[in-house]
């Protein structure tokens, strides 16, 4: 694990998710959706680290990354820890360097790109949280729902077995993959050495506080300064980024396409690890990034 520093007094974690194999391969950058942390998509990088070299990203207030003084969660922080951990951690050595972003986590990737054109060579985005100005009085309903759960959840347990127990048996995590649970329990959790029991690292005032920011800046009109090639991918049976919106984001960008996974919910790249992975090799072909 690398810390680095970023902006606001934080610093960010980046872990050496693997891959690659034995010839040098391009860097992929794994940034994650809000309230989980990078490790959590190991079993994703397994497949991606057949052609790519596999980096995951925990964003400020995750995993073990910082969170901001005064949970000031501003989402220009997310696209600036996502260009630490490039420049940071040196990625992709001068050569081509893409990323993967899931919900926050790929707004934080568009996000860099726009900030500093040339970072990536290809993005791959599954429903990244990118609203157009008249869906952003919807956006704010959906996120005081969502913060209003956040502070609801449960954020300690006895012990891993019963949090994986609790997981795998309340939606959405239990369409999760059970490898993505079980990684969550491991890692998205610290241990109480002295007795075994959890604690969440994304806090829920953290998790709350990022979900009431998302709907106050303009993301939307930045995605005219991402030049690389972005696939939007969105799942058919999402109740956050629908195909419709996925299409409208797709269409926002210079160089933008849709892939849609019809039996998918908003957590797709958890739900099905592998199908999302292959899907993200052939669109990254089809970029000409190798």
């Given amino acids: 694990m690398r810390r680095l520093r970023s902006t606001d007094g934080v610093s960010v974690a ?14 992929l950058l794994i940034v994650h959706a809000t309230g989980f942390c990078a490790q959590v998509y190991s079993r994703l990088a397994v497949t991606l680290g057949a052609e790519y ?7 400020r207030g995750h995993g073990l990354s910082v969170a901001p003084a005064g949970l000031d969660y501003a989402w220009d922080g997310f ?15 001068g050569g081509p360097v893409v990323a993967v972003g899931h919900s926050g986590g790929g707004a934080g990737a ?13 993005l791959w985005c599954y429903e990244p949280i990118v ?22 959840r449960r954020d300690r347990f006895p012990s891993a077995a019963e949090a994986y127990l609790n997981f795998a048996s309340k939606p959405p995590i239990s369409a999760f993959a059970p490898a993505a649970i079980r990684a969550y329990v491991e890692h998205g959790f ?7 029991s959890l604690a969440l690292r994304c806090r829920p005032e953290v998790e709350a506080a990022v979900y009431l920011q998302a709907p106050e800046s303009d993301r939307f009109s930045r995605l ?13 049976r999402s109740d956050a980024v629908r195909p419709a919106l996925a299409a409208r984001i797709a269409a926002a960008l210079p160089d933008g396409r849709v892939r849609t996974f019809d039996r ?21 072909r089809s970029a000409s990034v190798s």
């Fill in 110 to 122: 568009l996000l860099a790109e726009a900030m500093g054109p040339g970072t990536f060579a290809a």
């Fill in 79 to 93: 696209g600036q820890d996502v260009l630490a951990a490039v420049r940071g951690a040196r990625l992709g050595g």
């Fill in 14 to 27: 980046v872990h050496d998710l693997g891959g690659g194999g034995r010839r040098p391969r391009p860097d």
């Fill in 53 to 59: 070299r596999c980096w995951g990203l925990d964003l």
């Fill in 264 to 284: 998918l919910g908003h957590f797709g790249p958890l739900e099905d690890p592998q199908a999302v992975a292959e899907a993200v090799l052939d669109d990254l």
């Fill in 131 to 152: 609203w157009p100005e008249d869906v952003r009085p919807l956006a704010r309903e959906r996120a005081e729902g969502l913060a209003a759960g956040a502070r609801r």
């Fill in 190 to 196: 610290s241990v109480d050495e002295a007795d075994g």
């Fill in 224 to 236: 005219a300064e991402v030049a690389c090639p972005v696939t939007v991918a969105c799942g058919g």
